[in-house]
């Protein structure tokens, strides 16, 4: 099996529905905590307007300071919406850019103030720029599984989107299930539609747990060969611009079980388990993730 990629978006995701915004210094030191634990990517911010989103009107300076003072191997990833964020990710030196377009047209214009083909035009066009820029880029599909506002979303409409992003080149694709709506079968379905049209598509998953079926959905998506996951410490966050709000899969959570399957035994699951826990102390209140609170099952082996 290819190598499990862990894409940690606490950070942006994780922060972004917070009323109280957290202290640079301290996003700087669970970025670096995470990192330091053998996360593969971390997600630092989004690249918006910020008062749209005021927590992460601070993700340029935090960029800068963490790739002034390298924080090891980790790829630093940030969420960019439009031309102006692609600016501002390039001029800090974010390493990775991640671009999307929704599949909801409500959900978009919430979100962009743009229709789904508007905003799909402009991300290839961004995409391409920071392609030329010698940039990571990652593109996804928003409200892929469903949508709070419009229900469900034909499959269809979100194949032609991975089609518009593969004709253009971009081969790095993740799906995100924005409104919680995802079910296994539907997960393997459109992972299986995506491989047939391009077998060597690098394919990411983002599953929001807002009904429960978070995990279920990663491991049918890992069954189905997605090699990069995205989660967030203690399961905080959601999207602020969706019906039903709610958190991811958490982090700890996911890693507690891939190495029950003899996964990423490198992760310092300790180590995402304190901050899980430190985060939750932050904010002064339980997050929706479980294995910070129990603790990890205690693996022996068999007489």
């Known amino acids: 099996m290819p190598r499990v990629i862990l894409h940690e978006v606490g950070p942006r995701d994780g922060l972004q529905m917070e009323r109280t915004v957290v202290p640079l210094a301290i996003k700087e030191d669970w970025i670096r905590r995470a990192a330091a634990a053998g996360l593969d990517i971390i997600q630092v911010g989004s690249f918006v307007h910020p008062q749209k989103v005021p927590q992460m009107a601070d993700t340029d300076e935090l960029v800068r300071r963490l790739t002034a003072d390298p924080?090891?191997?980790?790829?630093?990833?940030?969420?960019v919406l439009n031309e102006k964020g692609l600016e501002r990710g390039l001029a800090c030196g974010v390493t990775m850019v991640c671009l999307g377009a929704s599949a909801s047209d409500t959900h978009s214009r919430k979100n962009t103030g743009m229709g789904s083909e508007e905003a799909t035009r402009r991300i290839v066009g961004a995409a391409r720029a920071?392609?030329?820029?010698?940039?990571?880029?990652?593109?996804?599909?928003?409200?892929?599984f469903g949508c709070g506002?419009?229900?469900?979303?034909?499959?269809?409409?979100?194949?032609?989107?991975?089609?518009?992003?593969?004709?253009?080149g971009l081969r790095?694709?993740?799906?995100?299930?924005t409104a919680g709506h995802a079910h296994p079968a539907q997960v393997r379905r459109l992972f299986a539609?995506?491989?047939?049209?391009?077998p060597v598509v690098e394919c990411t998953c983002h599953f929001h747990n807002t009904y429960?079926?978070?995990m279920a959905n990663i491991f049918a998506a890992l069954e189905g060969g997605v090699t990069s996951f995205e989660t967030s410490f203690g399961g905080l966050g959601g999207c602020p611009f969706t019906k039903v709000a709610a958190g991811n899969v958490a982090t700890e959570d996911f890693v507690h079980a891939l190495q029950h399957?003899?996964?990423?035994?490198?992760?310092?699951?300790?180590?995402?388990?304190?901050?899980?826990?430190?985060?939750?102390?932050?904010?002064?209140?339980?997050?929706?993730?479980?294995?910070?609170k129990t603790g990890p099952i205690t693996r022996t082996e068999s007489p």
């Open 193 to 198: 539609a995506i491989r047939a049209l391009d």
């Open 261 to 292: 399957t003899g996964l990423r035994p490198d992760v310092k699951l300790a180590a995402l388990i304190s901050l899980a826990g430190d985060v939750a102390g932050h904010f002064g209140r339980d997050l929706p993730g479980f294995v910070y």
């Open 71 to 79: 924080v090891g191997g980790v790829t630093l990833s940030g969420l």
């Open 172 to 177: 790095h694709i993740s799906l995100a299930d």
């Open 149 to 168: 506002f419009e229900g469900p979303i034909p499959e269809e409409r979100v194949l032609a989107m991975v089609r518009a992003y593969l004709d253009a």
């Open 130 to 144: 920071a392609v030329a820029a010698g940039t990571q880029v990652q593109v996804s599909v928003q409200s892929a």
């Open 212 to 214: 429960g079926l978070g």
